[in-house]
């Protein structure tokens, strides 16, 4: 039995609290490398990797419609912690 690999791409709106996970095949990867080298201000990440998305329903953020599954989110509670590494 082979092992699929599938990666996955988010899609964070900031300030807002929303965003969605999209996971997408093994062969998307380059997208997903590509859109995170760039900051989404700067460069649009899906015309410049060739993707086309839609706006969900609820959390208004991009659905890529090569996606196998996604989920819409949403930030409910904010926690601050600090991890302290050796002293």
Request: hydrophobic share 45%; charged share 20%; with cysteine.
């Amino acid at each position: 039995m082979g092992l699929k690999i599938r990666m996955v791409f988010v899609t964070l709106e900031s300030n807002i609290g929303t965003f969605a996970i999209n996971f997408l095949a093994f062969e998307q990867a380059n997208f997903i490398q590509q859109a995170g080298v760039f900051p989404g201000s700067n460069v649009n990440k899906f015309k410049q990797g060739k993707v086309d998305f839609d706006k969900s329903r609820t959390t208004n953020a991009p659905i890529l419609h090569d996606e196998y599954i996604a989920y819409e989110c949403k930030v409910m509670n904010r926690i601050l912690m600090a991890i302290i590494i050796g002293l």
